[in-house]
């Protein structure tokens, strides 16, 4: 697995080298030699990085979990208002949902959206149809 750019990249480096008990370096070619002969002989400096780094981690990921999770929560509980769903049915099909997004999310945002084509053209298509419908109906 790669995580180029993320936090992650740099927690993937650090516990190898802490627990190996040589100091971690970081070898960017534009920081100056000082202040990474500080950082290699800092074990203070090494811990910081890495409770920082852990941090920044712990708030992608939860990002990455709360964000669809509040999504998918607010569109179920539309459900509430045109049925009579009790608030226990709403957490149900919230959790149901989010499993299996979350379990077919390693078949990648290709294969995902392939599926989810045809439900989603349908939904439009659908009130499109009601659109029309209605203007037919109550006129222009």
Not at 100 to 124: D, E, M, N, R
């Amino acid at each position: 697995m790669h995580f180029q750019g993320t936090p992650a990249a740099v927690v993937g480096l650090l516990p190898s080298s802490l627990a190996k008990g040589r100091p971690w370096s970081l070898q960017v070619p534009s920081v100056g030699g000082r202040l990474r002969e500080w950082y290699h002989h800092s074990r203070a400096a090494q811990i910081s990085l890495l409770v920082i780094v852990m941090f920044a981690t712990a708030m992608v990921i939860g990002d990455g979990v709360l964000t669809p999770s509040i999504s998918v929560l607010s569109a179920i509980s539309g459900l509430q208002v045109a049925t009579a769903l009790p608030q226990s049915a709403v957490v149900g099909i919230t959790i149901a949902v989010l499993v299996v997004l979350f379990s077919v999310q390693h078949l990648g945002t290709g294969k995902i959206s392939a599926a989810f084509a045809p439900i989603v053209t349908a939904w439009f298509l659908y009130n499109a149809a009601l659109g029309f419908y209605n203007l037919s109906r109550c006129g222009w």
